[in-house]
């Protein structure tokens, strides 16, 4: 009965120091992920604001050509953007005063649908507006945008493709 107890015993302090080995490789994985993913690029506020104001512009150019596929595409791209500052910078404080650009985007939004260039251009202006007070609402008021009157990128076609 002795020796029984005995082996007992030891398998379970062999069972444990498993258990325990198998605990501090599991901790090391971990501790290495968490340095990789600390790592990790995240794009900061300012790409995504230059990224915007790319489609912004790109927007504008659609519209006035009445390209309403591709208005409709840099909307969108606009909207994903917001959704993607609210999700990796949310930390910051100015991404709180983002929402006030959601009624204005529905306005560009419904104005695309019913392809109707004065409704855009007004509900245009309206967002351009909007960016400005969420920039004066968050202290970066010395970042002003403007509609666009000259367009740089000259790699692309803004009118429709029949």
Partial sequence: ?????????????????QQRNE????????????K???EVYRPGLGEFMSGIQLHH???????????????DFEVHEIDEALKDIQK???DRVEVKAIG???PVMDSVNYAI???D?????NSFILLTNACNNCHKETNHEFNVVTVPTDFQVVNQEFKPVH
């Fill in 100 to 102: 006030m650009i959601n």
């Fill in 117 to 121: 260039p004065q409704l855009f251009k």
């Fill in 57 to 71: 512009a790109k927007l504008w150019f659609a519209g006035q050509n009445k390209n309403w596929q591709l208005a």
């Fill in 1 to 17: 009965m002795k020796k029984l107890l005995s082996v007992i015993s030891f398998l379970i302090i062999i069972s444990c120091n």
């Fill in 88 to 90: 990796f910078c949310g």
């Fill in 23 to 34: 605990v501090q490789q599991l901790q090391k994985r971990i501790d290495s992920l968490q």
């Fill in 113 to 115: 649908r019913k392809k």
């Fill in 36 to 38: 990789e993913l600390a």
